[in-house]
């Protein structure tokens, strides 16, 4: 079985095309499965009954199974599993007015940061671009209302899957494909350098909206927290964001998780705002408070501590948000993912 967002649309013309089909029939395909979320091919009404049955018998869309969800006020999270039996989760977010779509790339994270429990078994296995591209299929199909928004800040480093996260992404902001504006996806990264220099000469990447989690003002601290950054430090990331080909009115957002006692003091703030501050009109800073996990010796700091740090930074008139992450109810968040406990929760 071929499977059809393994492909983008000139990938699918030709390859209906070494199959006997006239290329557009990719188009038309695409048009139900990206436009109308309808991914039965029986139901593809403007195709002939035979090409139908052909279709049915060649391709398939989705291969994600549904496990279950969790549903919270604020979010619903999507246990999926792929084919070969691992466990993909996936989390709706309910904001004011639209709806975001938090999405993993990764089974597990090779990139070992200390506080975050997808770290903890390590990487099982990047995802491919159709089991990317079927969490929104799987989750949009549910919704009367299109979901816009879509943030790679689920499990796992989307830069170290950089290919299969590449296409998912071309298949979600081309007009042929789910047709999402480039301005609202978003990619969380740990910081990989190489593939930031890679991201920033990549026409279609560089477009999108880039975040980067810095969580520690110094290459000290950010080593025992993320210790790629001995190889990836703090001086050479900023760098290459400072680089960044974005124009003017775009801003990179540094992510920074504030976990008690570790860096979330007004001196980390002082610091962190010392770095930043010679090129703040480049940054954003996103302050997220910690989601504590059981297995994890690390706390989430008391709100005034929270307040405190960002004022630090307005101080210095870096634009400072705090980001209470959603989904708290349903076990932790997007970027806090803890696919074991769920799963017995489920049986
Ligand atoms: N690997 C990418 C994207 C996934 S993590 C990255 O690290 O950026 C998305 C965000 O969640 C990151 O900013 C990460 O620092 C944050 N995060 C991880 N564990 C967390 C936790 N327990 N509480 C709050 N934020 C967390
Ligand atoms: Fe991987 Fe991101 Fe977790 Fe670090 S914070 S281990 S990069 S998922």
Redesign the pocket.
């Known amino acids: 079985m071929e499977i059809i967002s393994s492909y983008n649309l000139k990938e699918l013309r030709g390859k209906f095309e070494s199959l006997g089909l006239e290329a557009y029939r990719a188009n038309q395909v695409l048009n139900w499965v990206y436009k109308r979320f309808k991914t039965d091919f029986r139901l593809m009404t403007d195709l002939s009954k035979s090409h139908r049955d052909m279709l049915a018998k060649n391709f398939k869309v989705h291969t994600l199974r549904l496990l279950g969800r969790s549903e919270a006020s604020d979010s619903v999270k999507y246990l999926f599993q792929t084919e070969d039996g691992h466990i993909v989760e996936t989390v709706l977010i309910f904001e004011r007015d639209h709806l975001t779509l938090c999405l993993s790339s990764q089974v597990g ?1 090779a ?1 070992g ?1 200390r ?4 770290a903890k078994d390590g990487l099982v296995r990047n995802l491919h671009t159709y089991e990317i591209v079927d969490q929104y299929l799987q989750v949009q199909k549910e919704l009367s209302q299109k979901i816009r928004n879509v943030v ?7 830069l170290a899957n950089y290919e299969n996260v590449r296409k998912a992404i071309e298949i979600m902001v081309s007009s042929w494909g789910i047709d999402l504006s480039k301005r609202r996806v978003s990619l ?3 910081g990989l350098i190489a593939q930031l220099r890679r991201m920033a000469e990549d026409e279609l990447l560089r477009e999108i909206n880039l ?3 810095i ?1 520690a003002p110094s290459q000290y601290l950010r080593e025992f927290l993320m210790p790629l950054s001995k190889t990836n430090s703090l001086h050479e990331l900023l760098n290459v964001l400072v680089e960044f080909p974005y124009p003017e009115d775009r801003r990179i957002m540094l ?1 920074y ?1 504030l976990i008690e006692g570790v860096n979330d003091s007004p001196i980390h703030a002082k610091e962190l705002s010392n770095l930043i501050k010679p090129y703040r009109r480049k940054f954003k800073v996103n302050l ?6 059981p297995s994890l010796p690390f706390q989430r700091p008391p709100m005034e501590r929270v307040y405190a740090f960002q004022e630090v930074l307005r101080k210095a008139n870096i634009s400072t948000f705090i980001r209470l ?1 959603k989904g708290v109810e349903v076990f ?5 993912l803890r696919s074991k406990r769920l799963q017995h929760m489920l049986k």
Do not use: H, K, L
């Open positions: 994270c990139v940061c506080f975050c429990a997808t790679f800040m689920g499990m796992g480093e989307p969380s990264t740990s975040a980067v989690s969580n992510e998780v997220i408070p910690y989601n504590p996990d992450s932790g968040a997007c970027g806090q």
